[in-house]
T-cell receptor
């Protein structure tokens, strides 16, 4: 079954403690992306990757890092999380001629 | 600039039709999408329409596209309580195929009353 797997689903952490949200896809797609969802703002793109070793900033990249060392994985890294990064995060992938497939989401709370 | 607007809330009675509206700004968008998000769940692609189409029907769902007014709508016939969710409109501007970026609206919460 084609899927995008994010871990963890829920995470509560403290300000400044580095964390990584993992994302893996089994569809052999080149394109992957991270979005955050906030009430009243919809989904906003954080970073995207067109292919292995190729990443670029989206609309709200501040405070985040990503890496794309292999095609299937696209982790999101928060080096020093702050409370304004409390949000619902979605990883997504897209193939040629297909729509986006989203992961189930990671709800992050930074206290 | 890029902007997709939706009304925030819609309440209908079970069995009625629901119409969720969306306006977008980028006329270069090749694809326009509707996603559904149920409570605590991820985003499910409901349907999409190519920009050269005016209408697309898929069972209970009808998508209408007015390119001149940059207006997109989703009609759900015979709305059921299971249709209660947040519905997102999204466009994919054509940056020469460079980014595949989706621009989302703020989402419309559809509440279906039994």
């Amino acid at each position: 079954e084609a899927q995008v797997t994010q871990n963890p689903r829920y995470l509560i952490t403290v300000t400044g403690k580095k964390l990584t949200v993992t994302c893996s896809q089994n569809m052999n797609h080149e394109y992957m992306s991270w979005y955050r969802q906030d009430p009243g703002l919809g989904l906003r793109q954080i970073y995207y990757s067109m292919n292995v070793e190729v990443t670029d900033k989206g609309d709200v990249p501040e405070g985040y890092k990503v890496s794309r060392k292999e095609k299937r994985n696209f982790p999101l890294i928060l080096e020093s999380p702050s409370p304004n990064q409390t949000s619902l995060y979605f990883c997504a992938t897209k193939g040629q001629g297909t729509g986006y497939t989203f992961g189930s989401g990671t709800r992050l709370t930074v206290v | 600039g890029e902007d997709v607007e939706q009304s925030l809330f819609l309440s209908v009675r079970e069995g009625d039709s629901s119409v969720i509206n969306c306006t977008y700004t980028d006329s270069s968008s090749t694809y326009l999408y509707w996603y559904k998000q149920e409570p605590g769940a991820g985003l499910q692609l409901l349907t999409y329409i190519f920009s050269n189409m005016d209408m697309k029907q898929d069972q209970r769902l009808t998508v209408l596209l007015n390119k001149k007014d940059k207006h997109l709508s989703l009609r759900i016939a015979d709305t059921q309580t299971g249709d209660s969710a947040i519905y997102f409109c999204a466009e994919m501007p054509n940056y020469g195929g460079a980014t595949n970026k989706l621009i989302f609206g703020t989402g419309t919460l559809l509440a279906v009353q039994p």
